[in-house]
C-alpha cells in the first residue's frame, strides 16, 4: 500500500521549496515512510486555509492507511525474526540426526567390504503371496536373489550378507536392487529402499531444504527419507 502523499484539500498551500520537492517525488516514485507521511501532514496543519480547513474524515482515512502500512511493515518484519527462529531450531534437530541410520529411497545400494551386509526394505504396493528382491552387480549380472515372502502392503525389510548365489562373497561395489511382487502388472516399478548411517547435515536456502550426506547414497534431500532409527 502507498501512503498518501498530501491531503486533498484544494486550498492546500505548499510551504516554501515543498513543490520542487513534491515534483521531485512525483517524478521518481519513492516510497514514503511513516515519518515522511507525518511531515507532511503537519505541514499541511500549518499552512492549511483557516476558512476551509481539512476535513475530519479524510484527515481519519489518511492516519487509518498509515496505521494499515505500519501494521504490515512490523508483521513482515515479525515473520522474518520467526523464519530466522525455525530455521535455527530446524538446524539443532537436524543436528540429532548423525549417526542415526536412515532408510532412504534408492535403487541402487554400495557394498564398502567384501561380504558386507546391505539393509534396507521393499515399497509393497499390495498385499502379495510373494515378494522378491533382486541384486545385480554394475554389469547388470544377477548375484542374488532373495526371497522375502507373503507380504502385506507396506515396507517389506530385507538384509542381504553380501554372498552371491554360489556362496561366495560379494566384492565391494555398487549394486542395483530391483522388486518383484506378485499380482503386481509386469513392468510396474516397485519402490525400494537402502539404509545409511547419516554422516553430516546440510541446511540449504529456499526450496533445497534440508539435505543428509548419507554412507554408501551420497547426499539426499531429507524428503526422500523414509525413516530414521539408531
Known amino acids: 500500500m502507498t501512503i498518501p502523499t498530501a491531503f486533498p484539500n484544494p486550498n492546500y498551500v505548499a510551504p516554501t521549496g515543498a513543490s520542487s520537492g513534491a515534483a521531485a517525488g512525483a517524478a521518481g516514485a519513492p516510497s514514503l515512510g511513516g515519518t515522511d507521511f507525518l511531515t507532511l501532514m503537519l505541514a499541511q496543519l500549518k499552512n492549511q486555509d483557516p476558512t476551509s480547513p481539512v476535513d475530519s474524515n479524510t484527515f481519519l482515512s489518511q492516519l487509518a492507511s498509515l496505521s494499515e502500512v505500519q ?42 567390504t567384501a561380504g ?32 522375502l515372502g507373503a507380504q502385506s502392503s507396506g515396507l517389506a525389510n530385507f538384509s542381504w550378507n553380501g554372498t552371491q548365489g554360489d556362496g561366495t562373497k560379494a566384492p565391494p561395489g555398487q549394486y542395483t536392487l530391483t522388486a518383484q511382487v506378485a499380482g503386481v502388472a509386469s513392468g510396474t516399478a516397485v519402490g525400494t529402499y537402502v539404509n545409511g548411517t547419516v554422516q553430516s547435515v546440510t541446511m540449504g536456502a529456499g526450496a533445497t531444504g534440508l539435505t543428509l550426506n548419507v554412507a554408501g547414497l551420497g547426499s539426499v534431500p531429507f524428503s526422500s527419507v523414509q525413516q530414521i532409527s539408531n
Open 71 to 112: 501494521g504490515i511493515t512490523n508483521l513482515n518484519t515479525s515473520f522474518s525474526a520467526l523464519s530466522g527462529s525455525m530455521v535455527s531450531s530446524q538446524a539443532l534437530q537436524a543436528s540429532s540426526l548423525l549417526g542415526h541410520q536412515a532408510l532412504v529411497s534408492s535403487s541402487t545400494a554400495s557394498l564398502a
Open 116 to 147: 558386507g551386509t546391505i539393509t534396507g526394505a521393499v515399497a509393497v504396493p499390495q498385499t502379495s503371496s510373494s515378494v522378491t528382491l533382486n541384486i545385480a552387480n554394475s554389469a547388470g549380472v544377477l548375484v542374488q536373489r532373495i526371497n
